[in-house]
């Protein structure tokens, strides 16, 4: 019969006051068919989202106490019951439910075994299938025709292992040598049929009468730990851990693990064991933590207390104590830490026991609560919330049973008398408490936004593309993410990575899906499933564009760039595309296109170039080399000679005159020019004869005849008349125009019987200043000092004759 949702009521808490991730009870849980004394709530296994509630006092079909097994699953909405166990041959008082396990899709109950009529007991596996029913498999009975031994009081599975415990069994591991409650437990493996099988019955190496070995068991893949309570001198208690032997079914003690502080008589350790991973809990429920204060204790003498001791296995595979943990509000009204507790990853649920007084002291009521300890990234742990039973009509048995995996808590109420209201009271009749670190109200399927195909362009014309942009995918799927898990998987089901890349390259050519199921964290079955078309553009390629060149004639290393052609030069019609330019420090320079551009890092910079198809939006980036040539005409010394040959012609030395105006430079072409322009031997004949007594200026251009460019400059050759009527002190050699009164200007002051002017050239051969007789000249140019250098002079006289010289300004 399927319960789903039947008689199944959410309670949700107000949040007010709530810490964030503090646990908080969001369901509680009655039977669908309330019964008196069900014993509903006194047993609870949960594994991944699949429960199991025992109601062993329930009677079924007229059998009295024959028990039954509700089973509950996670949904989006919360937990529901929707199928019910039971045994087709029982008897009365046969209690199917009083034991319980489960791991992964496997279940065990424990119930009657009618072929024992005086009280024995067998496990009755179950594994649920693809439509979530569990179906019965196996019956293992007893493996001893011996009465009341317990068989099963406690089981746990892992995996293909299994281990049942006894705690009142009286043989060894051989079935033969008696001791009276000492205790055994069974491990069965299950073959690749599914088939279980014993295949070892294990006892304590020291084992003693009315040891109780076996009264708590739990198993964590090749680790099997035992509790033995009552062993040791007064029911101390001890635990033992056996491993699996390598490459076989056989396992072994290795060790014995005691209370690592005091053992204090009456202490239980061992009353309840767990392992996960290589960790395990043991709890010591009547532990009066009445021992030395050095032992890490406060020295409180309060009996039964109780404490839970936790042990880790270090890196030499040896089992260490780590911890001791107790109720941070123990007093005289709280007992029995650690009589019921669970354990999975980094959370320890522990179950204490608070009794409530009258006014002559004598107890009227016990109420559960539950301590909730976390462990740290140092491996230590601390209590982090303490849950109360917050509805309190006396003894309830509230955490008679608590189980715990991953977000849930389910917490056993046996005795709880009322219905999912509150209302309808009905003895014993039980209930469960469900308790999350989040709200219900936070359960809910995820509201996938649709998306737009996403589109790319390819990389080498292939289909392909490496640049879907995955970035923002999740927060455009939903709102809030971080609430939701995400799986991918390609069109073929193979597991994509989660998160995709923020650019995820294609698999499949042009064309591709991905799924993607989206599901709320808290809850895997609260998901919805949804697709992303992914689809590849077409690319376009750019034409290569050579370096460009433009000439310096500064030698400063920059120069100015013509660019306007550039868009035409990259792609065949420009008018298609969207174009943008950056220079070498990323700037964009679009605006300096089609216009003048100089280049930002010197004698050569790369631009780089990202055009956009406008219908497509592919994008392409290149880059564009500028060059800057360096032409520099140099500056050549004026030549002087006053050597007179039988022509009255004066010869000049230019053999040094190409290097002056190159200074280095290479692939370079040298002209030479007359003052009218006319084109000149290159280079010019050495040696170079001029008049005698004359001044003659040519031009000298350096050019780079592959760009074009060039740089200008002047050679002077000057013959003077040696003999000249012009002397020194009446024409000064130099002046110093400092300011100081002394040769601030320049001034012939020799007396001519005509008069005259006065041209002065800068060494290039550019008039600087003309002077009347006897005026003089500042070394200004255009009222701007002129720096020190050679100047020359040109006297023209009324009768046409002249004559000509030079000077020096010094500053």
Partial sequence: MNFKFLHIWLLILS???????????????????????????????????????????VSVGGVINAGKVHMARKECEGWSIYQELTLSETKDYCGFGSALAMDKTTLAIRGCDPLFPLGGAAIYMYERGADDLYVFTQKISKPENVLWDNFGITISISGNYMVVGASYN??????????????????????????????????????????NFGGSVDIYENTIVVGAENEGFNWAGASYVFEKNTNSNSWSEVTKLVAYDFRGLLDRFGSVVKIDKNTIAISAMWEDDNDYVSSGDDGMPLNSLGSVYVFVKNTTGNWVGNQKLKASNRSISHFHF?????????????????????????????????????????????????????????????????????????????????????????????????????????????????????????DLGNGFSSNFNMSTLQSDLVDKPEDYTFYYRDQLGNILSSPLPDYYANAFPYSEKIFIRVENKHNSK????????????????????????????????????????????????????????????????????????????????????????????????TTITLNVSNVKAYTVSALFSCVKNNSNLVAFNTSNIQAQLLQGQTNREVYYFNEDGTLLTSPLPNPYHLEFGTVKTIKARVENSVLGCYDETFVTFNSV??????????????????????????????????????YIFDRYGKLIKNLGSNNGWDGNFNGKPLPSSDYWYKLVFEDGTNKTGHFTLKR
């Fill in 170 to 211: 009286s043989t060894d591991a051989s079935f033969s040598n008696v001791l009276t409650n000492a205790g055994a437990a069974y491990i069965y493996f299950r073959n690749a049929l599914g088939v279980w099988s014993l295949v070892q019955k294990i006892t304590a190496s020291d084992r003693g009468a009315k040891d």
């Fill in 338 to 458: 650690g009589d019921r507790l669970d354990f999975h990853d980094n959370t320890i649920a522990v179950r204490g026991v608070e009794y409530e007084y009258d006014v002559s002291g004598s107890p009227i009521a016990s109420y559960g609560n539950i301590y909730i300890f976390n462990k740290a990234t140092d491996g230590m742990w601390s209590e982090y919330q303490i849950i109360p039973q917050t509805i309190r009509y006396g003894s309830d048995a509230f955490g008679r049973d608590v189980a715990l995996y991953g977000e849930d808590l389910f917490v056993g109420a046996y005795w709880h008398d009322y219905d999912i209201n509150e209302q309808n009271f009905l003895n014993d009749s039980g209930a469960i408490f469900l308790f999350n670190p989040y709200s219900l109200e936070s359960l809910k399927k995820p509201e996938i936004n649709l998306l737009p195909t996403l589109m790319a362009c390819e």
């Fill in 526 to 621: 609260c998901f919805e499933d949804t697709e992303i078309q992914l689809e590849t553009l077409a690319s376009f390629n750019l034409n290569v564009v050579p370096e460009l060149f433009e000439c310096d004639t500064t030698g400063t290393g920059f120069s100015v760039f013509d660019l306007s052609e550039l868009n035409r030069a990259l792609v065949d019609d420009p008018t298609l595309y969207e174009f943008l330019y950056f220079d070498a420090y990323g700037n964009n320079i679009s605006n300096s296109i089609n216009k003048t551009y100089q280049n930002k890092t010197q004698n050569q910079e790369q631009i780089t170039v990202r055009v956009s198809n406008k219908n497509t939006s592919c994008i392409k980036e």
């Fill in 15 to 57: 949040s007010h006051g709530v810490l964030a991730q503090q646990w908080q009870q969001n369901l509680k849980i009655v039977e669908p068919i309330r019964s008196a004394s069900s014993s509903f709530g006194l047993h609870i296994a949960t594994y991944e989202g699949f429960a199991a509630f025992e109601a062993n006092s």
């Fill in 721 to 758: 008349d040696c003999d000249s009527e012009i002397v020194d002190f009446k024409i000064p050699k130099y002046f110093t125009p400092n300011g100081d009164g002394v040769n601030d200007e320049w001034k012939i002051t020799q007396e001519f019987s005509q008069n005259y002017i006065v």
